[in-house]
C-alpha cells in the first residue's frame, strides 16, 4: 500500500489532530482554532462583535486581538450594538485611555459608527441577513496556506455593500478574514480535523 506523504503546513499535535502552522504552537490560537474559528455565528452582536474585533486586527496579528477581547468586550459593552451606538465622546476619551484594547481613535469611531449602521440596518432585515446573503455556492478547497485566497468576489461585494450603508473598516480583505472567521467560508486546510466540521460546507 502506498504511503500517505504529509499534508504541507499542517502540524499533528500530541493530541493526534492536524492543525495549520498558526495554530499549532500557540496555546490561545489552537483553543481558537480547535472550538471557534470557521464555526457558524449568525445573530447580530456576534456578528458585530467578529465585525468591529477584525476591523482593530487590521495591520496587527490576530493573535493581539484574541488576547485583548476580553478587555474589548468589557470596554465596548459586550459589543451590544444598541449600546455601542449611543457612546458619545466620553466613551471614545475612556477607550483612548484604556490600555488593555487597541488605542485607535479612527477605528474606535468607526466601531461606533458601525453600531449605528447595524441599527439602521435593521430595517433591511439585519446584519446577519446581509453578511450572510454573500456566502458563495462553493468554498475553497486549500491544501496549503498559499492556496488561501484573501478576498473572493463575495468579500468584494460585501464590502460595497456594507460601505454603502455607512459601515467602516470593512475592506474585502477584511470582509473575507470575516467570512471564514463566521463559517461562511470554510478555508480549513484539507487533512485539518476542523474541515467540514461547521456544519456549513462538507470536508470536500
Known amino acids: 500500500m502506498a504511503e500517505i506523504a504529509p499534508v504541507p503546513d499542517l ?10 502552522l498558526w495554530a499549532a504552537s500557540d496555546e490561545l490560537l489552537r483553543a481558537y482554532y480547535d472550538t471557534e474559528w470557521g464555526m457558524p455565528i449568525r445573530d447580530e452582536t456576534g456578528l458585530f462583535e467578529r465585525l468591529s474585533l477584525e476591523a482593530f486586527q487590521s495591520g496587527l496579528s490576530w493573535a493581539i486581538v ?3 477581547r476580553p478587555a474589548f468586550r468589557e470596554a465596548f459593552a459586550g459589543f451590544d450594538p444598541d449600546a455601542v451606538a449611543a457612546f458619545g465622546d466620553d466613551d471614545v476619551e475612556r477607550l483612548l485611555g484604556d490600555a488593555r484594547i487597541v488605542r485607535n481613535r479612527a477605528k ?3 466601531t461606533i459608527g458601525n453600531a449605528r449602521a447595524t441599527i439602521a ?3 433591511e432585515g439585519g446584519l446577519a441577513d446581509l453578511i450572510w446573503r454573500h456566502r458563495p455556492s462553493e468554498t475553497p478547497v486549500p491544501t496549503t496556506l498559499a ?3 484573501t ?5 468584494v461585494a460585501l464590502s460595497k455593500a456594507l460601505k454603502a450603508r455607512g459601515f467602516r473598516f470593512v475592506g474585502p480583505t477584511t470582509m473575507f478574514a470575516l467570512m471564514e472567521a463566521v ?4 478555508t480549513h486546510l484539507m487533512g485539518s480535523h476542523r474541515r467540514g466540521t461547521s456544519g456549513v460546507w462538507s470536508a470536500t
Open 147 to 149: 492556496d488561501i485566497p
Open 11 to 20: 502540524v499533528v499535535g500530541a493530541d493526534g489532530l492536524a492543525r495549520p
Open 121 to 123: 440596518l435593521r430595517e
Open 151 to 155: 478576498t473572493s468576489p463575495e468579500s
Open 108 to 110: 474606535i469611531l468607526a
Open 66 to 68: 484574541l488576547r485583548k
Open 183 to 186: 463559517g461562511i467560508v470554510d
